[in-house]
């Protein structure tokens, strides 16, 4: 009996660790492609759905960030990086021909990047009281 929740205990720890290092990579991926998405001249004009496409694409980059690491600290700072990084793009649109650029947007995207930080939290406490 103690034998199998210790080996619960170690498959619960590996689980995690491959949810944390996976969750990494596609954060990073996803950042990377990024910019490509912001300045790209082929991507199409915004639509009214672009606010909406905004906050949903914040929301689950920062939720990443916060299921790639551990520690609150790192993933604040994950999140705040992810909302620098989306208003650099922003500001990297103004300065192209084919792009717009917002302030509209910026705040977008800061609502976003708390939304997936508070989605994480909520999924957070409802897991330990399960």
Same mark, same amino acid.
């Given at each position: 009996?103690?034998?199998?929740?210790? *080996?619960?205990?170690? !498959?619960?720890?590996?689980?995690?660790?491959?949810?944390?290092? *996976? /969750?990494?990579?596609? #954060? &990073?991926?996803?950042? !990377?492609?990024?910019?490509?998405?912001?300045?790209?001249? =082929?991507a199409r004009p915004?639509?009214?759905?672009?606010?909406? *496409?905004?906050?949903?694409?914040?929301? &689950?980059? /920062?939720? #990443?960030?916060?299921? $790639?690491?551990?520690? =609150?600290?790192?993933?604040?700072?994950? !999140?705040?990086?992810?909302?620098?990084? $989306? =208003?650099?793009?922003?500001?990297?649109?103004?300065?192209?021909?084919?792009?717009?650029?917002?302030?509209?947007?910026?705040?977008?995207?800061?609502?976003?990047?708390?939304?997936?930080?508070?989605?994480?939290?909520?999924?957070?406490?409802?897991?330990?009281?399960?």
């Amino acid at each position: 009996m103690v034998k199998n929740l210790e *080996m619960r205990g170690v !498959v619960y720890i590996q689980y995690f660790e491959a949810l944390n290092r *996976m /969750s990494r990579g596609t #954060l &990073v991926g996803l950042l !990377v492609c990024m910019p490509y998405a912001y300045l790209s001249p =082929a991507a199409r004009p915004p639509s009214q759905l672009a606010p909406y *496409m905004h906050l949903a694409a914040m929301a &689950v980059l /920062s939720l #990443l960030a916060c299921v $790639s690491f551990k520690t =609150a600290r790192r993933r604040t700072c994950a !999140v705040f990086f992810i909302f620098i990084f $989306s =208003a650099l793009m922003e500001l990297l649109q103004y300065f192209s021909p084919h792009r717009n650029s917002s302030w509209e947007d910026v705040g977008i995207n800061a609502l976003g990047c708390l939304a997936g930080g508070m989605l994480f939290g909520a999924l957070n406490v409802l897991r330990f009281k399960c």
